[in-house]
Nanobody, 121 residues
């Protein structure tokens, strides 16, 4: 069994910062690409940032320069440092990862349960 558990969400004022974490656990042979998504009320889930196994990163335009995605492979953990937060960043943030449980199996997609981020104006 593989689990992704997010933490670090909360309520913050506009202009503030939060750091989200996503910890993977269970029977894991390798983690490839990881990503953060978010879903605001009444909106579709959107991709926020990605990080490859080699730590190349990519961001959606609305968060460039404000958010930083990173990973610690030894800890099987991914992070999202969010700064200069805006009310429009309010959403449930989900982590996603492509994980291989054994060397002979293909990568499978896993999701966390989500963590709420609320930015007040």
């Amino acid at each position: 069994q593989v689990q992704l558990v997010e933490s670090g969400g909360g309520l913050v004022q506009a202009g503030g910062s939060l750091r989200l974490s996503c910890a993977a656990s269970g029977s894991i042979w390798r983690i490839d690409a990881m990503a953060w998504y978010r879903q605001a009320p009444g909106k579709q889930r959107e991709l926020v940032a990605t990080i490859t196994g080699g730590s190349s990163t990519n961001y959606t335009d609305s968060v460039k320069g404000r958010f930083t995605i990173s990973r610690d492979n030894a800890k099987k953990t991914m992070y999202l440092q969010m700064s200069s937060l805006k009310p429009e960043d309010t959403a449930v943030y989900y982590c996603n990862a492509a994980i291989r449980q054994t060397w002979w199996e293909p990568f499978s997609d896993y999701w966390g349960q989500g963590t709420q981020v609320t930015v007040s104006s």
